[in-house]
């Protein structure tokens, strides 16, 4: 088993920033893509912006040009960088990890998800 952990989450004000960060644990492991997704109340939960090990991403559009996404592949942390943030992205934030556990001759793909972090935007 892979573990997520999730830090970083809270109250901000319209406008302000946030960074989340996440750590990957577990044994004979290796990370393919890390990612956030949120789920807002009501709402399905919805990606945010993913990066594969060699470090190319991929946006939603509403996170496109506020927040930025990056990972230590050494540490198997992933953060999320949130900028001029909205009350639009209130939400609990999760972060993913897709990659293959186990011994060489054992292989098998893991899809790992951490507890998730609350984000809220409020004034």
């Known amino acids: 088993q892979v573990q997520l952990v999730e830090s970083g989450g809270g109250l901000v004000q319209p406008g302000g920033s946030l960074r989340l960060s996440c750590a990957a644990s577990?044994?004979?492991?290796?990370?393919?893509?890390m990612g956030w997704y949120r789920q807002a109340p009501g709402k399905q939960r919805e990606l945010v912006a993913t990066?594969?090990?060699?470090?190319?991403?991929n946006y939603a559009d509403r996170a496109k040009g506020r927040f930025t996404i990056s990972r230590d592949n050494d540490e198997n942390t992933v953060s999320l960088q949130m900028r001029s943030l909205e009350p639009e992205d209130t939400a609990v934030y999760y972060c993913?990890?897709?990659?293959?556990?186990?011994?060489?001759?054992?292989?098998?793909?893991?899809?790992?998800w951490g507890q998730g972090t609350q984000v809220t935007v409020s004034a």
């Open positions: 990066i594969h090990e060699s470090k190319d991403t």
């Open positions: 577990g044994r004979d492991f290796e990370i393919s893509t």
């Open positions: 993913n990890a897709v990659g293959v556990i186990g011994p060489l001759y054992a292989r098998r793909w893991f899809d790992s």
